[in-house]
Nanobody, 127 residues
């Protein structure tokens, strides 16, 4: 079983930046970030495939970047979500999700596709 641990959340003002990290206890092939705001359904934010191919939802495409740690010791154990120009509507609990299947072989925008989940890290953006 793979355990995922998120970190890097916090409170910032509009326009601020945060970098979330997701660390996996084992090797994974597809890692994604989802978020859930109070009273709303969980939504896909971004994903990264083993070959580095990425996808981001339209509302964050110009502001967020997803990347993986390329150092040999952390190869495919750690993924980052760099969030810039944050807006109040980005406020949510952010969850890291992973699976042992390539993103290209599943629908990485659907939370039901992922077998491993972290506990989440809160991001709060104030106006």
């Amino acid at each position: 079983r793979v355990e995922l641990v998120e970190s890097g959340g916090g409170s910032v003002q509009t326009g601020g930046s945060l970098r979330l990290s997701c660390t996996a206890s084992g090797r994974t092939l597809c890692i994604a970030w989802f978020r859930q705001a109070p009273g709303k359904e969980r939504e896909w934010v971004a994903h990264i495939d083993h070959d580095g191919t990425t996808g981001l939802t339209e509302s964050v495409k110009s502001r967020f970047t997803i990347s993986k740690d390329n150092t040999e010791t952390n190869a495919w154990n750690r993924v980052y979500l760099e969030m810039n120009s944050l807006k109040p509507e980005d406020t949510a609990m952010y969850y890291c999700a992973a699976d042992g299947i390539y993103c290209s072989a599943l629908n990485p925008t659907k939370d039901t596709e992922f077998g491993y989940w972290g506990q989440g890290t809160q991001v709060t953006v104030s106006s």
